[in-house]
């Protein structure tokens, strides 16, 4: 099974630490971050993956582009929820994000044992 990250694609500063913390998990063999989700569905190579909607804010441009798409994705993550989403500056330089980045291992933790379930 693979996962496929779609980070938030807004501009803001948290968005870019969306993208940063995706980063951390690219291996190219289980785990990739998916530039726009229009490539999921031309082709078949998602047909076992796994998805993730990486929200930077409460406002859930991730999770929205999923849903345009008609896309359910398996797991969805608001980034700023339990760090503070008023606290924009922490991400200005994108240093300090172990946080975030254990957040998300969690998640993809969660999605490939449950494969091993199955």
Request: aromatic content about 6%.
């Amino acid at each position: 099974m693979n996962i496929g990250i779609f980070p938030c694609q807004g501009r803001c500063n948290v968005s870019m630490m969306t993208k940063t913390v995706a980063q951390f998990f690219v291996d190219d063999e289980i785990i990739r971050v998916l530039p726009n989700l229009s490539l999921l569905l031309d082709n078949e190579s998602g047909v076992n993956e796994k998805y993730i909607a990486l929200n930077g804010c409460p406002a859930t441009c991730a999770s929205k582009e999923f849903e345009s798409v008609k896309i359910k994705p398996h797991e969805e993550i608001i980034m700023t929820k339990d760090f503070d989403p008023k606290n924009n500056e922490k991400y200005e330089e994108l240093l300090n994000i172990d946080e975030e980045v254990y957040l998300v291992q969690e998640v993809i933790d969660r999605l490939l044992g449950s494969s091993d379930e199955a």
